[in-house]
């Protein structure tokens, strides 16, 4: 395989990683920024524990999933069933906080960043194994009753309320989740990357993620699969003077979609059309 | 539909493995067999990995145009051995992940390459080219950052603690009355290492640091941070932040009574157009160093400058500009002299001979003055000291820091 293929698809598969860490919480109407924390918290462990420990690359992974999960876990006790503008405030104030924190501990580079971090052969097989994995669990999840209890309280927090649904529960849950996530793409960030640097966890992540997130679509898994390819992949493969508008154009296709589609490119109706036509070409 | 995903699902995994066992994290071997005649090249290509979008796109504008000038200038004197040589502006936004990307082309096919610009950029991009033996002029970070891909990269500075002290001890004594000194520093790549060696110079002039006062990248005022600086009763000033930051601190300063501009020193990372726009007038006599002199009299350097002046409406080219304008000369240079003859199937042996030439060349001619390198790091730069008048950087003491 190429080098820039290799890298495409290893991006590629960070980018939609790190949308289903922001699908999952949006389940719930949470835009749950502080997974760009949890990527920037467990990359930097992964990083130290390697370079310092001679950790491999597997315990740093596990220990760095279980490190977002844990984080993620402990401040869902007080946004488990914020409102969704508190959630996005304390986002945003762990992006600040962290990157604030890296810049300023030598231990772990500070402002001149993390090197030498290194490299793990097979990394790209690791990482599709692991979206595999998630997808998995994220379509049984969105299959089950704590999806539709999800969908319900989408829909009408008191409404999911009054049928049962412990919206706090079911926050905690997702936002753990998706800190798990983050972490686990931290580390891929890490060791696929060979360096850190703090500028590379900020708002840049969000921007991306959410484009991705609502354009491919943010009620179903697949939407981001099919985003994140197209999206990260669209100004590699266009003239520079072309990809040099990309912001505009990202911009453009984002109006568009939000006209034409506003659930994105695809829903859930989507979905149900494509598989009734299935069954029909099946039963010809 | 379960089954459908399932059996998709497993045919994904299989497909990946399929996939990893193909999979090279090297570099592909060069891509042309060997000829059977003599290789002749119609072109040298030059790629930049620059930032031609993004937050920092007028910089990298800078930098792109002193490369094609040096280009422009190689091909109306005939080109490399004859033939014409090309800079490829490649843009990778300031995104690490297309900075990856991007070089991970390169490595398959590019002599050698030049950036990436800046910080974020080198740090994902440059462990691709070390791992698949490309070289790439980091012609615009600190030397701190270039040795961490040594041979690959080149550093166009001496280490910091060695060769910033000098100018700090001598900006400290031209004016003896200067006993304590604080430094408004902000938290971003190596300008602590800037802002450490400064300490090292003042220390070296027997002045006494008394705080540091750190200034966030997104502080818009700045009234607590001088009245925090006044309060320690300075008799000098040091900054190294960012141009504009520098800029309305100093504004902030004189509101708050601050008289004496030569007590105040910028550092060179602070020098590009926003400090000049941003603190107009109110910068006479406040001293700045830099590793260029623009007042420097030779036909070359004045070209140089009419021609940036005529095409950026008369602004005066900002001090990193004329780096890679010096860094497609050296790559000149290495070709002419090592024999290169651009042949994709010697791509990996000519790489070297190309890293080997610079990061050892002797007395090359730069735009501003000759330096030797040693191992990729330059012996004898000079760095100057200037003193701001109407706009215009005044030189005070040609400073040359000893690392040989």
Known sequence: ?????????????????????????YRVAHLHFMVVANMAISGY?????????????????????????????????GIGDAPTFAVVIVGFTFIYITKTAIENWDVIGGTMGMFGIPVVKNLLLYVYIFVLITGFFIYRFDNSRLGRAASAKFVDRDLATSFGVNTKYLGMFLQTWAGAIGGACGVFYAFLMNSLFPDFFTFHIIGTTMTMLFLGGYTTLWGPLLAAPILWGLPLILPT??????????GIILIVILLLRPEGAVTRKFLRKLQVKLKLVKMA | MKKILTISMILLLAAGFVWAAGEKEEAAAPAAAVAEEAFTVTE?????????????????EYLQWGAERAAWEINQAGGINGVPVKVTGIDTAMSPETGTVEMAKLTETALVAMGPVPEPVIMAAMPIAVRSGLYSFTATTSFEYAEKFF??????????????PPVVTAWAKKSPDIKNVVQFVENY??????????????EAAGVNVLDQIDVPSDAVAFGPLVVKALAENPDGIVFAANAEKVAKIILELQSRGWEDNSKLLVFSSADDGALYTTG?????????????DPGL????????????KADHEGMEPFSLSPNYYDAVYMIKEAIENTGVTGDPSKLKEERILIRDYCNNVQNFQGLFFDWSNKDGVPLDKPLFLFQIENGQKVLVEKVIPSNK
Request: overall charge negative.
């Open chain 2, 151 to 164: 041979p690959w990269s080149i550093s166009w500075f001496s280490p910091t603690d060695e060769k910033l």
């Open chain 1, 241 to 250: 003077g072309v990809a040099s508008w990309k912001q505009i154009i990202y």
């Open chain 2, 297 to 308: 009299d030779t036909p070359r350097w004045q070209e140089f400058r009419e021609a940036f």
């Open chain 2, 189 to 202: 790549g190596a300008w602590p290492g800037m802002a450490a060696a400064h300490v090292i110079g003042l």
């Open chain 2, 44 to 60: 040298w290509e030059v790629p930049f990995l620059n930032c031609l979008t993004g937050p920092i796109a007028s910089i990298g």
């Open chain 1, 45 to 77: 462990f992964g990083g130290y524990a390697a370079t310092q420990w001679g950790w491999p690359f597997g315990l740093a992974l596990l220990v760095g999933i279980a490190i977002g999960a844990f984080i993620s876990f402990l401040v869902s006790f």
């Open chain 2, 280 to 292: 107009g007038d109110n910068l006479n006599g406040v001293m700045i160093y830099n590793y260029v």
């Open chain 1, 1 to 25: 395989m190429s080098l820039p293929l290799y890298y495409y698809l290893a991006i590629t598969s960070i980018y939609i990683l790190m949308t289903w860490a922001l699908y999952l919480p």
